[in-house]
């Protein structure tokens, strides 16, 4: 029996690809609508219930072809792995967008973010001036990639951990 154990890593390379093809997916809905640069709390909840969707029901499939068991070890290789690719691929699409398919994305971004801040903040022109100037800092590819990756691994251990221990399920039933 052993031998038929199903690996982790196909169920993360699969499931991941899935996850980063609906993120982009979804990256080009918001990009139609010209709402790409924005960002904010509702595409935030998108994502996270999009990543929260993959990992499960990657890990429930792997417990399906597990002969209905699933370790929390195993879990966590399955979510944190779906997390990773599924990352890796919405990165490689962002930096495409941002260098590609909407070259003005950062510009507009800062844009936005600045009359943001004009309108909800009491702080002056010239210190939101500053302000944008540090966060310029913070938005090179380098830096886009590192953040990009460390949300990725950290949102998907998260949810790994809680996920698995919801659907772990042991042959000795602990």
Known sequence: MEE????????????????????????????SVDLHYQGGLMVMMVSL???????????????????????LSEAMKVGVGIALVGGIIGIIFNQLMINVIDP??????????????????????DQIDAQMEMGKSFSGPGMQIAFGLLYSLIVGLIISLISGLIVKRSENHD
Do not use: C, W
């Not at 038929?4 to 990009?31: C, D, E, H, R, W």
């Not at 003005?104 to 022109?125: G, N, P, R, V, Y």
């Open 104 to 125: 003005d994305m950062m510009a507009k971004a800062i844009e936005f973010q600045k009359a943001s801040l004009m309108e909800t903040t009491s702080m002056t022109t």
């Open 4 to 31: 038929n154990q199903p690996q982790t890593g196909k169920f993360a390379l699969t499931y991941g690809a899935i996850l980063g093809g609906i993120s982009i997916v979804f990256a080009l809905m918001l990009f």
């Open 49 to 71: 219930a999009l990543s929260i969707a993959a990992i499960v029901f990657g890990m429930i499939q792997f417990r399906k072809e597990n002969n209905g068991f699933i370790s």
